[in-house]
C-alpha cells in the first residue's frame, strides 16, 4: 500500500478542513498493531471499496475530519495510487443498532491528491448521501427510543357536571386534544370534553386516545375523588418489544 508521509496526509486533511463547507477539525491517527484498525475503523460507514481496503491492506494512518454538527468523515490512502486518497463517511455514534436497518449506506468515494478537487467531489458526491443517510438514522433513533421508552399516561377526570378534563403540559399533547374535541378552559388550565353530549364525549375520548397511543401515551379514566373512592379504567399504550443494541449494517 503506496502510504504518504503522515505530515502529508495531515497537511492534505488540513486543506480539506477550510474547503469543505462548514467548520472541521481533524485528527491524525497512527496505526501500530495490524489488528488495532478493525476496532479503531468499525463506524467507517461503506460496504465498499473503503470497507476492501481495510480488508486487505493493513492501515498505518488516517485522518478523522470532524464538523461542527457532528459529521465524521474517514480519510485515509488510496490502496494503490500515490496521487489519490479515499475518504467515507463515518456512522453516527453512540446510535442504536436498528436505526440502520434499511438505510443505504452512504459509501466512500476515491478523490485526487488537488485538495480543491477533492473538496468538490466530497461536497458534490459523498456529502449529500451520508446527510440523506444519517438524517434518516436520526429520525430511526428518534422513534425507537419513543417506542422503547415506558408509556406514558394522561389523566381524564370526570366532574360532577359529567364534563370529562384532561391537564398537560406537552405541546402536542394538547393538540391531540384540542383537534379530537376537547375545548381549553384558561381559567382552569384544562381541556374538557361537554358531557352535554355523551356520545360525542365518547368519541373524543376514542379518537384523542388512539392518537395518544401513536405517541406511546395511554389514557387513564377515573372519577373525581370526592365522588366516592376512585374507580380507574387503564387504556395502555401499545408496549413494543425492546430491540437488539448491536449495530449490524
Known sequence: MPDHDPEELDSFAAI????????????????????????LTADVWDMNRVADALAQHPLKQDVILTSDDGRRL????????????????????????EAFRGVPEPDGITIPADPEQAADAITANLLPRYEAARAQVQDNA?????????????????????DL???????????????????????????IASGDDTAHQAQCVRTAGAALGALNIGVTLRHAPHRGTPTTTPLPAPRPTAPNTVRSR
Do not use: C, K, N
Open 142 to 162: 428518534l422513534r425507537i427510543t419513543r417506542l422503547s421508552a415506558p408509556p406514558a399516561a394522561l389523566v381524564m377526570t370526570w366532574t360532577e357536571s359529567g
Open 165 to 191: 378534563t384532561a391537564s398537560t403540559d406537552r405541546a402536542d399533547v394538547a393538540d391531540i386534544l384540542t383537534a379530537h374535541g376537547f375545548v381549553y378552559d384558561p381559567g382552569q388550565q384544562t381541556y
Open 74 to 97: 474517514f480519510l485515509m490512502d488510496h490502496p494503490r495510487y500515490e496521487d489519490e486518497f479515499v475518504v467515507a463517511a463515518m456512522a453516527p455514534a453512540d446510535t442504536h443498532a
Open 16 to 39: 480539506l478542513t477550510q474547503l469543505l463547507p462548514g467548520t472541521w477539525t481533524r485528527e491524525l491517527r497512527q496505526h501500530t498493531a495490524h489488528d488495532d484498525q478493525f476496532f
